[in-house]
């Protein structure tokens, strides 16, 4: 017995990390937390107002590009006297969320801290630097690649009629497209939350990687804008390499992987 009751302490430091909260404690604590995130939207949405003139400007040169090429007026219009203005509005709110994104995304994290274990704490670092680098490397990826090729099928396609694009519509595609493509690329932290937990397995995504395909050119072909196969393969292709890589990440981070390599090291 006095062996058996010497073995318990390990997990105490892992226990001592996870206090018990209440129910109205945990309530309290999301709103704290978004409240703090709603402070720092708010002070980058009024530092991103005076730029906004100038982001949108980057945001509309694939469309520039694609008319200049197909020869037709590289003006974009609109319907409404207050359109311009509503406009910049949205724009400089998208970029005060994501220029306000590490700091809500560290809420994000103190919010579920309480509920993880000392060693798996080590990873808020990884978490905020990957996720921000994901979604702008999946951002990027739409903005360089999947927008422009998208934007050039469409207009090429009816180069017979005379385009006349409002500024709303434009935002709301652009938009569509480079937060979609920004959103597909966190599924590594997604897969990194569910191997966590044990929820999912390496070797459960790679039974399953054929049905996997399969679902991954369904939402692609969904997303993608255009109905041509060229422009839903370039949105699949990305998704299926993030699928490959959530595996590596999948065999890392499960708690079974975890323990065979800590009983491997003599632990």
């Not at 994901?134 to 385009?163: E, M, N, R, S």
Request: proline share 6%.
């Amino acid at each position: 017995m006095p062996e058996a009751v010497a073995e318990i302490p390990p997990s105490g430091p892992a226990d001592e990390s996870m206090p018990a909260m209440s129910f109205l404690e945990h309530l309290e604590e999301l709103r704290r937390r978004i409240i703090y995130s709603l402070i720092a939207v708010a002070v980058a949405f009024f530092a991103c107002w005076g730029y906004a003139e100038r982001i949108y400007t980057i945001m509309q040169r694939p469309i520039m590009k694609a008319l200049h090429d197909h020869n037709l007026t590289e003006k974009l219009v609109y319907l409404n006297p207050t359109e311009p203005f509503n406009l910049y509005l949205k724009v400089a709110f998208l970029a005060g969320v994501f220029v306000a994104s590490p700091f809500v995304l560290y809420q994000v994290w103190m919010f579920i801290s309480p509920g993880l274990y000392r060693n798996e704490k080590r990873y808020v670092l990884p978490f905020m630097f990957s996720t921000v680098g994901l979604f702008i490397a999946g951002g990027f990826f739409g903005y360089k690649i999947v927008y422009p090729a998208a934007l050039d099928f469409l207009i090429g396609y009816g180069k017979q009629f005379q385009p006349m694009i409002t500024i709303g519509e434009y935002t709301d595609l652009f938009l569509t497209i480079i937060i979609g493509m920004g959103i597909i690329f966190e599924l590594p932290i997604l897969v990194f939350f569910l191997s966590l937990m044990g929820i999912v397995t390496a070797g459960f995504m790679w039974r399953n990687f054929r049905y996997s395909i399969l679902v991954i050119f369904i939402i692609a072909a969904i997303v993608t804008p255009t109905t041509d196969i060229l422009n839903m393969c370039i949105f699949a292709a990305p998704m299926v390499a993030l699928y490959a890589m959530s595996i590596g990440i999948a065999w890392l981070v499960h708690p079974k992987q975890r323990r065979a390599r800590r009983e491997k090291r003599g632990e």
